[in-house]
């Protein structure tokens, strides 16, 4: 390895030392009751040191939601395929929970209703826009099928979000902590279904091909 290369490998530690360490207090403090001095100190480096590689704390938390947008896009990815429009409505709701499940920290971090200031701009917020998108696009997929009937397209959409945006945020906080895996399963189920009206009928053997 060149010397420039290990001085960008090195360089690259120390934005993930710092990185690390502000998520850890944004999560435990709370992100309007953190400074870069309490940062520096957590990642073991002067104040004036971290502000080498970002200019505020706003610009920290910036990177972390959208490195958490990243992931949350790339795992929607892997769950491509050509899939029957109730199969395409079981796949989306469960990703959407298993990723705030799985990272929490995160979740809350990209959702975070005190850090709303904080926006993404240029190409961090082309990239956050990306997993939202992704399951629009999706979720219209399927009410173009005939799954819900005769509905508003948009209004089904964004109610299918707001459902499943709601029972992970939920989860996440422990609200629904008395309930098991299957049990979350099965709310999600019923979550994903709440719009549809009764007595719709729909073929859903016929496959998605897009």
Partial sequence: MGKQARKEQEREHKRRLILDAAKGLFIRQGFDNVSMRGIAAAAGYSPAAIYRYFPGKRAILSHLRNEG????????????????????????????????????????????????EVDLEGELAEESMQSYHHFRNRMAQVVRSGYFGDVDEEAVVFG????????????????????SDSDLDTLLEKTLRFLRRPGTTCDCKQEDKS
């Fill in 69 to 116: 947008f990243r992931e949350f896009h790339a795992g929607q990815l892997a769950q491509e395929g050509a899939q029957k429009p109730e199969e395409m409505l079981r796949r989306a709701g469960r990703n959407y929970l298993r990723f705030a499940m799985e990272n929490p920290d995160d979740f809350h971090l990209m959702f975070c209703t005190s850090c709303e």
């Fill in 160 to 179: 299918l979000w707001s459902g499943v945006h709601g029972l992970a945020s939920l989860a996440v906080s422990g609200r629904l902590g008395v309930f």
